[in-house]
Nanobody
Framework: DVQLVESGGGPVQTGGSLRLSCQVS????????LGWFRRAPGKEREGVAS????????YYADSVKGRFTISQDKAKSTVYLEMDNLNPEDTAVYYC?????????????WGQGTQVTVS
């Protein structure tokens, strides 16, 4: 079975940082697109960041450019989202996602979501 297991969410103060992790199993890691969506209360789902695992091209939403960094550890089949200078507008449930194309087009699998709360 395909599993995308997220970790690293939680509460944080404005201006703080968090790092989310998404470990992928049962899915062909190489040559696909992995990344993160988020859904805030009362708002539509937003694609945040994604990475094409080979060659490592990254994509970011304008709202997070310069603050968020997506990276990967191929040996661990894990994608990370480093979130810096967080503000309350970043409060949302963050979902890891896997797709054949970047930026996360035609998502095939989703993680369970992890809550990020900025106050």
């Amino acid at each position: 079975d395909v599993q995308l297991v997220e970790s690293g969410g939680g509460p944080v103060q404005t201006g703080g940082s968090l790092r989310l992790s998404c470990q992928v199993s049962g899915y062909p890691y190489g040559g696909n697109c992995l990344g993160w969506f988020r859904r805030a209360p009362g708002k539509e789902r937003e694609g945040v960041a994604s990475i094409h695992t080979e060659p490592g091209t990254t994509y970011y939403a304008d709202s997070v450019k310069g603050r968020f960094t997506i990276s990967q550890d191929k040996a661990k089949s894990t994608v990370y989202l480093e979130m810096d200078n967080l503000n309350p507008e970043d409060t949302a449930v963050y979902y890891c996602a896997a797709a054949p194309f970047c930026p996360l087009d035609n998502v095939q699998f989703w993680g369970q979501g992890t809550q990020v709360t900025v106050s």
